[in-house]
């Protein structure tokens, strides 16, 4: 098993001390037992009532639980339950001994365990994640074995409320830590008051597909904004959709392969393990018994082809593609921009690497790795297409360190014909100019405002001046900054801050600008502004690519269960989208769902393709 998760736990400011087993003889345990000291400070004494336990900092002594189960990779330790809970809901029966080293007890141990409570906090203290309670530096005295383990809490649609997270305390930061749990009224309040808990998911449908992280994504709640393809849609900032919930495994992956499994299948039969919580979405299964997954049949989406009159403008995130990448992956790409996209007149690529891919060697040209994918794409049975683009300069677009990623199109000549004009270069902002009536550019290719603060350390739009049966048509390949920095969703601070945003906006604005420019030559020019926006259709990049009218976002002309171009823990969510000026009044817009919902990828996003009559 993967130790991605728990990795960050070297850093613990408790020592990580291995831990000490006692055992002690039958008759000792029978004046020692469990449960025969009432005084003795129990699990849900120290959990309490809120996200951080009352005894935080201080030694315990011979605190008792059932061992539920045992981890021996990664974060090593184990978790126990106490047999005799409260009454009280908020406050959580289980608990994670962390042991820093192979743990020797199994589920089903009855112990009696000593140690240091702590608050450990994945991904850092400084980070917003919640916390997880623990017992670090443990002695642990096993009182008996092959006892029976305390009953499951079952997770289902009834389990978990629908509201997600209570809003946090603004004298805290936005922090919910020191909110009384409410379990009945909020999802994350549940999920806490299970903390360390034995849990079970029964017949789950699968809403994230399996990764190489052994992970996958299901949901407890089926009805709760479902896709057309059995995925759980992220429509607003208010929907973050409570029923999903991750599960790994807690047998190695020497001992046991992790399952595949896309969405739309289900983990069938039982699923059952502590309740625990990493910064890579939150709350989740560490399952001891894992159910099988059964498959749901889905198939990849293939979009139909542009018709004579048509002109086909698509844009896919190829996701580092460089040259040094096997022959597999070009001819995979190759096969989904042929079959699946239906070989478009105008297919603008992001994520396009030079030639010496993540080699930090100075090289900023990328004809190696166009090259390559059009010698596939033709082999693949497509059309020889032409590309053309821009070089950044070395090391100024972001993205993975020495590969200078870029936006790239490529064209089918037999069909479109492109504009080049010189002068285009790296620094060289890209302009609307008029010619013969209609909005034409200053340089094709070019780009946008490529000196404007807004597009440090991010790929900068690339335009191009298109001609389909003598009609010029202006394409805008973007991938905006990422949204690295934003606050989880499941964390500590709700809401959550999404910082990443404000560039996004700015970007937003610059293209948003560039076109108003173009409309200003020409009011029915015809502008196709598309790419990994790395934003939502309702968040305020969409709505400053909009403003004035001088856009329109093709995601609305779909159903919105249909509205999703990449997954991201569990949630089916827009990230790549398509807009076009008025002067493209009638469309056809697809979202070609081939790789974003599928264990076996060629892209984790999907492609989108927009089809109309200039």
């Not at 406050?91 to 962390?98: M, R």
């Not at 780009?447 to 298109?466: H, Q």
């Not at 500590?492 to 108003?516: D, I, M, T, Y």
């Not at 001088?550 to 569990?570: D, H, V």
């Amino acid at each position: 098993m993967t130790t991605r998760h728990h990795a960050a736990l070297c850093a613990l400011t408790v020592a990580a001390l291995t831990s000490t087993l006692l055992t002690v003889p039958a008759a000792t345990a029978a004046t020692a037992g469990a449960d025969d000291a009432p005084e003795r400070v129990r699990i849900h004494d120290v959990q309490g009532t809120t996200r951080t336990s009352p005894y935080e900092g201080q030694a315990v002594a011979e605190v008792p639980g059932v061992v539920t189960g045992v981890r021996a990779y990664g974060s090593k330790g184990f978790w126990m339950q106490d047999p005799r809970p409260d009454r009280s809901a908020a406050t959580s029966e289980g608990l994670f001994v962390y042991t820093g080293s192979a743990p020797t007890v199994r589920p089903g141990d009855s112990v009696l365990v000593s140690g240091t409570v702590a608050e450990y906090v994945p991904g850092g203290a400084d980070s917003a994640h919640q916390s997880v309670t623990q017992l670090s530096d443990p002695e642990v005295r096993v009182v008996s074995s092959g006892d029976p383990l305390p009953r499951a809490v079952r997770l289902d649609s009834a389990a978990l409320p629908e509201a997600y997270a209570p809003t946090g305390d603004p004298a805290d930061g936005g922090s919910i830590d020191g909110l009384e749990l409410r379990p009945e009224r909020y999802a994350l309040d549940r999920f806490e008051s299970l903390e360390g808990m034995d849990v079970r998911v029964s017949d789950a449908r699968v809403v994230g597909p399996s990764t190489q992280h052994a992970e996958l994504w299901v949901t407890v709640k089926p009805w709760q904004n479902p896709t057309a393809r059995g995925g759980t849609r992220y429509g607003s900032y208010d929907a973050e959709n409570s029923g999903r919930l991750k599960v790994e495994s807690l047998t190695p992956l020497a001992e046991e392969p992790f399952p595949t499994a896309d969405v739309g299948d289900r983990l069938a039969g039982t699923t059952a393990g502590p309740l625990d919580y990493d910064e890579f979405g939150g709350y989740l299964v560490a399952a001891r018994e894992l159910g099988t997954v059964r498959n749901g049949g889905l198939e990849r989406e293939r979009t139909r082809k542009q018709r004579d009159g048509e002109l086909a403008v698509a844009a896919y995130n190829v996701e580092n593609l460089d040259p040094s990448d096997d022959q597999a992956k070009f001819d995979r790409l190759a096969k989904g921009v042929v079959r699946d996209l239906a070989s478009p007149d105008v297919l603008a690529l992001e994520e396009i690497q030079d030639d010496s891919g993540p080699t930090d060697d100075g090289t900023v040209t990328s004809d190696a790795t166009a090259r390559r994918l059009t010698d596939a794409i033709a082999a693949a049975g497509g059309p020889r297409y032409e590309w053309r683009g821009v070089d950044p300069e070395d090391g100024a677009d972001g993205g993975e360190p020495g590969g200078n990623i870029r936006n790239v199109f490529l064209f089918d000549p037999a069909r479109v014909s492109f504009t080049d004009r010189p002068g285009g270069d790296a620094t060289t902002p890209v302009e609307a100019v008029e010619r013969r009536g209609h909005a034409a550019l200053s340089h094709s290719p070019g780009r946008v405002a490529p000196a404007d603060g807004a597009w440090e350390d991010s790929r900068k739009p690339l335009a191009g001046e298109f001609r389909f049966r003598g009609r010029p048509v202006v394409v805008v390949a973007n991938h905006f900054a990422s949204k690295g920095g934003d606050q989880p969703l499941a964390g500590r601070v709700q809401p959550p801050a999404r910082s990443s945003e404000e560039q996004r906006v700015r970007q937003a604005r610059l293209v948003n600008a560039f076109v108003k420019d173009v409309l200003a030559v020409e009011r029915k020019a015809r502008v196709v502004v598309l790419g990994d926006v790395n934003d939502f259709e309702f968040s305020p990049a969409a709505d400053a690519l909009t403003e004035g009218g001088a856009l329109r976002g093709a995601a609305a002309s779909l159903p919105p269960w249909e509205r999703y171009t990449y997954l991201f823990q569990g949630n089916s969510q827009v990230l790549d989208q398509t807009l076009v000026t008025p002067g493209v009044r009638r469309f056809d817009y697809d979202v070609v769902h081939t790789n974003a919902e599928f264990a076996d990828q060629a892209s984790d996003h999907d492609p989108q393709v927009l089809r109309f009559r200039p």
